[in-house]
């Protein structure tokens, strides 16, 4: 099975600071990854599928980056209604991994 | 716009099973993959598993030998059973649109419904 692994599991920061966050896989994934950002109390919401494609809505200030094993979502500069708990997930059709979460909180 | 609404008991009993339904309105189950997934208070999302509107599955592994999902696409419905549950079941359940059948280049989770905690009691 794949493992996701996101580093780093917090993250401290402040208004205005760029923002990264990794997710890796225990083996190639291509380009198969998505990102999501949660709120307390609230579902998933999708940030970017096959890796660096933005869904349609979200913010330009979001970025996604990578492929094979090494993949990054970037906050170019955060703003305050994006602190909240991040996931990267793996989907190859037959399975759906996600990574553990990382938390973006205020510094 | 497609909106997803779970439901089912809040409470279940220890080695009871676990029901819950998820009703697609705003759109068809037609066409896509439609999954579970749940999240244990505090902890991260774990996928259970998708159903397609043939009928067609596919689980996590993890949990395949306790977890049945149906689709009912006459009421624009599917269904969760999760069996023996145990105290490690408790979580808030979500159901999800995923659009990757067909175009997997698409592929995520892009629709969710608000999700619904289910604590499973001795």
């Known amino acids: 099975d794949i493992q996701m692994t996101q580093s780093p599991s917090t993250l401290s920061a402040s208004v205005g600071d760029r923002v990264t966050i990794t997710c890796r896989a225990s083996?190639?994934?291509?380009?198969?990854l998505a990102w999501y950002q949660q709120k307390p109390g609230k579902a998933p919401k999708l940030l970017i599928y096959k890796a660096s494609r933005l869904e349609s809505g979200v913010p330009s200030r979001f970025s996604g980056s990578g492929s094979g094993t090494e993949f990054t979502l970037t906050i170019s500069s955060l703003q305050p209604d994006d602190f909240a708990t991040y996931y990267c997930q793996h989907y190859n059709r037959f399975t759906w991994t996600f990574g553990q979460g990382t938390k973006v909180e205020i510094k | 716009q497609v909106q997803l609404q779970e439901s089912g008991p809040g409470l279940v009993k220890s080695s009871e099973t676990l029901p819950l339904t998820c009703t697609v309105s705003g759109g068809s189950i037609s066409s896509y993959y439609w999954s579970w997934i749940r999240q244990p208070p505090g902890k991260g999302l774990e996928w259970i598993g998708y159903?397609?509107?043939?009928?067609?599955?596919n689980y996590n592994p993890s949990l395949k030998s306790r977890v049945t999902i149906s689709v009912d696409t006459s009421k624009n419905q599917f269904s969760l059973k999760l069996s023996s549950v145990t105290a490690a079941d408790t979580a808030v359940y979500y159901c999800?649109?995923?659009?990757?059948?067909?175009?997997?280049?698409?592929?995520?989770?892009?629709?969710w419904g608000q999700g619904t905690m289910v604590t499973v009691s001795s």
């Open positions: 159903i397609y509107q043939s009928g067609s599955t």
């Open positions: 083996q190639s994934i291509s380009s198969w």
């Open positions: 999800a649109r995923d659009r990757s059948y067909g175009d997997p280049e698409v592929g995520a989770f892009d629709i």
